[in-house]
């Protein structure tokens, strides 16, 4: 069974960059399509971006242009670079791994198909 714990989450001014990072333990993580979703207060999880097991990417509207989902196999870490940070990003971030072994290219976007999350990683953008 995996294991994730994030780290990287801090705080920022607006149009500021942080990376966070996602470490896995204890399964395969080649077998793993993963992602990152954030929640905040009063306000339901939601994506924010997934990769496929072949490293194919998707993003919510709201990051497009703004964050980068990648993985390293040999580090077994998926990371999310977010540039261009408003106060709109402030959330709690959370790394997720599928439930499955989903197929090689396909990227997961819904919440009830991840079954491994990270203890979460807090995201603040000041204005």
């Known amino acids: 069974q995996i294991q994730l714990v994030e780290s990287g989450g801090g705080l920022v001014q607006a149009g500021g960059s942080l990376r966070l990072s996602c470490a896995a333990s204890?399964?395969?993580?080649?077998?793993?399509?993963m992602g990152w979703f954030r929640q905040a207060p009063g306000n339901e999880r939601e994506f924010v971006a997934g990769?496929?097991?072949?490293?194919?990417?998707y993003y919510a509207d709201s990051v497009k242009g703004r964050f980068t989902i990648s993985r390293d196999g040999a580090a077994n870490t998926v990371y999310l670079q977010m540039n261009s940070l408003k106060p709109e990003d402030t959330a709690i971030y959370y790394c997720?791994?599928?439930?499955?072994?989903?197929?090689?290219?396909?990227?997961?976007?819904?919440?009830?198909?991840?079954?491994?999350w990270g203890q979460g990683t807090q995201v603040t953008v000041s204005s």
């Open positions: 997720a791994a599928a439930h499955r072994p989903f197929s090689y290219h396909t990227v997961v976007l819904t919440t009830h198909e991840y079954g491994y």
């Open positions: 204890g399964g395969i993580f080649s077998n793993y399509a």
């Open positions: 990769i496929s097991r072949s490293g194919g990417t």
